[in-house]
């Protein structure tokens, strides 16, 4: 077994200011761009954590609480709260800040699992995580409750693929 991680050692800070080409007709970013900014920012501290390749093997809902317009600032702060054997848990909050006024405001948060692999693109065993702050207790204590959510809902989505997986355009 690796040596157990700190939580605070997979932290990875994405800063971003949202320009005209990343929104929509409301002037906001655009949920895919942020969505994109998720995975990318969850990536590089599950890679931190597991200090090999890694792959998202799944995002749980994310729910966007805020919208952040164009001309502010986006700040996307990541990291591992909870592994398994091969998978981590990767927690991602996001805030918009109005950089003229200092306002701030929690714009969506997320969870992400990412599996560890090798050169092969086969899972590889991770390290354990250690909580430390009341903020990382909180989330390392509820993650192995959305672990099993998790493996519920790829069990349905299993079910689907196989019944719809393959719709020909005449039928």
């Known amino acids: 077994m690796k040596e157990s991680k700190a939580m605070k050692e997979s932290r990875a800070i994405k800063v971003s200011i949202v320009l005209p080409p990343d929104t929509n007709n409301h ?9 994109s900014y998720i995975d990318d920012v969850a990536a590089i501290a599950a890679t931190r954590h597991a200090r090999k390749d890694v792959v998202t093997a799944s995002t749980d809902s994310i729910d966007f609480l805020n919208p952040i317009k164009e001309g502010h600032a986006v700040c996307l702060e990541a990291f591992v709260t909870w592994t398994h054997k091969t998978s981590m848990e990767v927690f991602v ?3 918009g800040e109005d950089l003229l006024t200092g306002e701030r405001s929690v714009c969506a948060v997320s969870f992400l ?3 560890a ?3 092969n693109m086969r899972p590889v065993q991770v390290s354990k995580v250690i909580p430390e702050t009341p903020e990382e207790k909180k989330l390392h204590e509820g993650a192995e409750a959305r672990a099993e959510v998790r493996r519920k809902r790829r069990g349905e989505t299993v079910e689907l693929a196989n019944e719809f997986g393959v719709i020909k355009p005449w039928d």
């Open 113 to 115: 699992t990412f599996v």
């Open 27 to 35: 002037r906001t970013l655009f949920g895919g761009k942020l969505m």
């Open 117 to 119: 692999v090798d050169e």
């Open 93 to 95: 909050k996001a805030i």
